[in-house]
């Protein structure tokens, strides 16, 4: 089956799902209510602070290959190993070389994207390493056997009740509705977890030039645990993840929590320049950071996607976005879901199966009026659309029914003609039940035709 | 031979934009609300963490703070703590030790697995923050990577001295260190995590209990 | 008082809601502008422009070109959707074309009717009478492209006996999007009913909206879903506010 015919198929049956629909408006309901109370109280013009943030990150954008240079140069002085992955297969082959040559058999990961997108934690299991996930929503997805259902909330499409269940079976956990209690179960689960893992995987919220460093951020703990206490930290970072200094995560960060969760700053914002010094008591031996590519230089080489590189993965358009919230997370078969995922997926991959998704959003616009560093990306979205028809990666019919309209559009007459057919012979048309309903009965004269009678009978007055 | 290096990076020369806008500045005061005045920082940071879920505890003197401390500890089995003056003088001055396995974080095994057990970690911080409430702690002198945020109980001893404004102030402070740090972290109150039904739960793997003894800045 | 406008009678409002556009025609000679339409028009273009189909969307557009680029003065339009393709997105369609400039000359003359209204600074002139609760649905493209933020509301504020409610938070989209409606029925379907049941929970009676493909998406959810609410245009809404005695087409028809 296509990606689009699977994208139509799934989504027609969760489109229904009132259970559904439930959980996420609940998960959803105070989101944004806190999101503008945080932006109305920290910053003082959230317009200016937006178009500051994408001048940053189009700053990188314009030296993005010497600010890379330049944060592998510094990592290395301090001990750090760089590795570079032109695509998903090489940053596995990478991280199987590492693995072997720390004979690591248990590995604890802290909640990354970007080791979604190379299909890590499937890599690791099938060479026997066993991989846990230390961010509770992941760990709830990977016990599960799931995929992450959102980019930066990976359970939310999962109830108490559902996770009570999941954790009874899965830790040996008594029942309970409570999340407290279900939390705690999780935190139990991994504590010793962190301190016999060989290795931590963790992903990089931004690298840093100036710095030679990469800084994470969470809300849990689980990540400083994950790069505290194993011998060797790997990270798996999108190569378009730079910041131009170290000051710039002053802004950053709060964007960051601001758009990602309403918050100020999350409890945990950690930098980290390199494996354990001379003078420290404690921290990995080893750390290891891979630089991944994957499509994003491609992506870079089209003026305008390149745009979509600003983005920081907050999450703030799958959450203002009403398509993400009618047919979830897990319909859209991407790493990232929702409108960024939308833009960016046909590029990373490949625009052929993809574009399906470029065309599955109203542009209502209200990703682009949440994106903390202004990407354009219902304008995206359109691009794509543009880009597909333009490679003829879209679909054949559509190609032939624009044609159609484009000729029927030309001319008054045509476009009347084109009514009446319809209006007559619409029922031997082979059009779906599902968009007939959405039609109304089309009237016997359109408004032009009215118009030339009414005018012709009243001769200017009110018709 | 080529590597994947340099195929990455010749990719992206190739598609290097001509021109590009220039760094901006990194005065942003513009879109940030305005900070307090200085000499309400304190305030400010003990407002904004107790909001948080954090707890702090302003101290006069040496012996308040000691006794402070004494009593955060009490209830608890075992605690840590960073090998410190200043900790070690108010640990000897509310007896801690003696009434407790109160560990030297720095005397134990770097790959220990006891770790994990520990109720409490006692450490400095470097600096504070006033607009968001937060702690700023680095791997060389906060008891490594794993003392403040391994344990349930994180206790951190601080001076009125090391209350910054912002973070970007912080975050200048912090280049400005000579000193070689792998790591550093600002924290900005305890765990917490909404993953189950965007339910708040404070304590998801860090600490679940944050707490500041906060001393006159004329504290050595 | 008034003067010469020119009307852009959008194809949907052509072809399937003809009442939108006598609504809208009644209401501004009422205000004493003389209308001008010129039945030639069709399309935008907007549907192939959406659907990435630029080259269609072009030749349709010079379409609407021609029968634009002779007149001059205000052309008004009853949907912030065609005027926000013709304001903003013909500067793209038409980059490097020769009917570059035309396009910009037209484009910076299509107003949306509440833009229009607030711009000639007749808001208060639009008085009449409704009693009973009516929703306000902002259109995504007014709001958002036109920026047309609280001029929905400030439209109706001459109306004295309604009750004017949204939904609280930003506007949510109805789920029409163009090309949209017909690649994904059934998203389209379940957003438009989400939106009605964010209406019908504060006892929406009457529900205004002001774009035409938004009518359209939501009249229909309504019927579908057989929710006690009756979709209006803004214009049509107005229009029976404004002129209580005269009968008025049924809109479901």
Known sequence: MSRNAEFLRQSAVIAVDEVHRGKLDKAMRNYRVAVNRMVDQQFTDWEALRQQAAAVKDHVLGHWPEMLEQFEQKITERGAIVLWAEDAEEAREHIKRIMSRHEARLVVKSKSMVTEEIELNELLESSGIQVIESDLGELIVQLCGEKPYHIVTPAMHKSKEEISVLFQQKLGTPPTDDAAELTMAARAHLRQVYVTADVGITGANFLLADEGAIAVTENEGNARLTMGCPKVHVVVAGMEKMLPRMADLALFWPILASSGTGQQLTSYNSIVRGPRQANESDGPETMYVILLDNGRSHMYSDPRASEALRCIRCGACLNACPVFKTVGG????????????????????????????????????????????????????????????????????????????????????????????????GWLMPIPQAIRRSVPRLPAKSFAEQWRSKEKSSSGDTP | MSTSRERILSRLRQAQPAVHPPLPPLHRDDVFADLPPRESWCEAFCTR???????????????????????????????????????????????????????????????????????????????????????????????????????????????????????????????????????????????????????????????????????????? | MGGKVRCFIPCLVDQVMPEIGFAMIRILRHLGYSVEYDPAQTCCGQPGFNAGHWKESRQVACHCLDVFNSGDGPI????????????????????????????????????????????????????????????????????????????????????????????????????????????????????????????????????VVNDPGCVMQLRQAAQREELPVKVLHTLEFLDLAMFPREAVSEPQR
């Open chain 1, 330 to 425: 897990h319909t859209y078969k991407t790493t990232y879901q929702g409108p960024i995922g939308s833009v960016i997926t046909p590029h990373l991959r490949n625009m052929k199966d993809w574009q399906h998704l470029s065309h599955a959003s109203t542009l209502c616009g209200a990703c682009t009026s949440v994106c903390p560093v202004a990407i354009d990306l219902h304008g995206l979205l359109l691009e794509n659309r543009r880009q597909a028809t333009q490679e003829q990666a879209d679909d054949a019919f559509w190609r032939f029914a624009m044609r159609g309209w484009s000729f029927g559009m030309r001319c008054r007459w045509r476009m009347e003609w084109g009514r009446r057919l319809y209006r007559w012979l």
């Open chain 2, 49 to 220: 963490l107790r909001a948080l879920h954090g707890e702090v505890f302003r101290v006069a003197d040496e012996a308040a703070a000691a006794t402070c401390l004494a009593a955060l500890v009490d209830p608890l089995n075992s605690c840590l703590r960073q090998r410190h003056p200043l900790i070690d003088r108010l640990v000897a001055a509310g007896s801690i030790a003696e009434m407790k396995s109160c560990r030297i974080y720095e005397d134990l095994l770097p790959g220990s697995v006891e770790m994990a057990d520990f109720e409490a970690g006692i450490t400095v911080a470097d600096w504070l923050i006033a607009r968001t409430g937060s702690i700023v702690v680095r791997a060389t002198g906060a008891g490594g990577r794993r003392m403040s945020v391994l344990p349930p109980l994180h206790i951190v001893v601080a001076t009125e001295a090391q209350v910054v404004g912002s973070l970007e102030e912080a975050l200048a402070q912090l280049r400005e260190e000579g000193e070689p740090w792998s790591m550093a972290s600002v924290i900005t109150g305890p765990s917490r995590t909404a993953d189950i039904e965007k339910i708040l739960v404070l304590g998801a793997h860090g600490p679940k209990r944050l707490a500041v003894i906060l001393l006159p800045a004329s504290t050595e």
């Open chain 3, 76 to 207: 008004v339009s009853p949907s912030g959707s065609c005027t926000s393709m013709m304001r903003h997105h013909y500067r793209e369609l038409f980059e490097g074309h020769p009917r570059a400039s035309d396009a910009a000359r037209v484009g910076g003359q299509v107003v949306e009717f509440a833009e229009f209204i607030q711009r000639e600074g007749r808001l208060d002139d639009l008085r009449g009478h409704y009693a009973g609760t009516v929703g306000v649905h902002k259109s995504c493209h007014a709001y958002r492209e036109l920026g047309l933020r609280e001029l929905p509301m400030a439209l109706l504020r001459g109306i004295d006996g309604c009750e004017l409610v949204e939904p609280e938070g930003e506007p949510v989209c109805c789920g029409f999007g163009g090309t949209f409606f017909v690649k994904f029925p059934p998203i389209a379907q379940s957003m438009g009913r989400s939106r009605l049941l964010s209406f019908t929970a504060l006892q929406a009676s009457v529900l």
